[in-house]
């Protein structure tokens, strides 16, 4: 896996200019208008790419952006690759150790979840402070790549102490309001019953979704710092008012663009 890791990462170096790029996003739900305000250099899509996966899901692009966001050289995934979609563990976290290779060494992420915290409301932000690995294979299962990562990387602060000061300094003077919680990542593709969603409660999950933890957890192998927000595109607080469904989910990932691009902006210019 290295070679095609190498293979991708020195495909990418040929658009870097030299330059250093230590800053990567991979842009879910909430996220998507980000790319547009990216100084766009170069799009690379992802069939382009040797070795790297292509994206299937209708309406997911699949295209590296490189370019300046904030005023910092960024790259950017646009469209990312879920476990529900049938690809192998490898594959999903593919893109995030060929980053590294790039010399990406602060990672951030979005993803849109739902609402499992009773204080929480429909469009609300959750900076991710911790999360919950409920998916059934694990990334780093198999032979360890010890080039990358150690065979038993540690989990504790994944999600970057001091970025989430940062985010909560930048939240201040944009005026956004910020929720802080543990995302419970599982792989879908159903959404959860009203008994999964109290369940994942009542083991200490604010939120759920079906991304982000693979991503995270090689990130924290190959010592990235992370950083990772969710939107809260549904309640699932009173079990007899859950409705989740993917219109939903969308519509209201889409209302909190502006919020999270301006934020995501000003945490990268502080960086
Ligand atoms: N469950 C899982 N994933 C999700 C949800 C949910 O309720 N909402 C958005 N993504």
């Not at 563990?89 to 992420?109: A, Q």
């Not at 994944?158 to 419970?184: F, M, T, W």
């Not at 792989?187 to 019953?193: A, N, V």
């Not at 409705?243 to 969308?250: L, R």
Request: with cysteine.
């Amino acid at each position: 896996m290295y070679e095609k890791i190498k293979n991708s990462a020195e495909y990418i170096a040929h658009f870097l200019n030299n330059e250093e790029y230590t800053i990567g996003i991979i842009l879910g739900t909430g996220l998507g208008e980000l790319g547009k305000s990216i100084e766009i250099k170069h799009t690379l899509p992802y069939s382009t790419i040797p070795d790297f996966p292509v994206s299937t899901v209708q309406g997911h692009k699949g295209n590296l952006l490189i370019g300046k966001f904030g005023g910092k050289n960024v790259i950017a995934m646009q469209g990312r690759f879920h476990f529900y979609e049938g690809y192998p563990m490898t594959e999903v976290t593919f893109p995030v150790r060929v980053l590294h290779e790039i010399g990406v060494k602060h990672l951030f992420v979005s993803n849109a979840a739902g609402g499992v915290n009773t204080n929480y409301l429909v469009g609300d932000l959750m900076v991710i402070t911790d999360h919950i690995n409920l998916f059934p294979e694990h990334p780093l299962r198999g032979h360890n790549l010890d080039e990358l990562g150690p065979r038993f990387p540690g989990m504790t602060d994944a999600y970057s102490p001091r970025i989430i000061k940062i985010a909560n300094e930048c939240a201040r003077q944009l005026d956004i309001k910020l929720q802080h919680g543990v995302y419970a990542g599982l792989q879908g593709p159903s959404f959860e019953t009203p008994a999964e969603y109290n369940w994942i409660r009542v083991i200490g999950g604010d939120a759920v979704g079906m991304s982000t933890v693979p991503e995270i957890i090689v990130a924290r192998h190959m010592g990235m710092e992370c950083f990772g927000m969710s939107v809260i595109t549904n309640s699932t607080a009173s079990p007899e008012l859950i409705k989740t469904n993917h219109a939903e989910v969308q519509d209201i990932g889409n209302t909190a663009q502006p919020r999270m691009t301006a934020l995501f902006r000003e945490i990268i210019s502080k960086l």
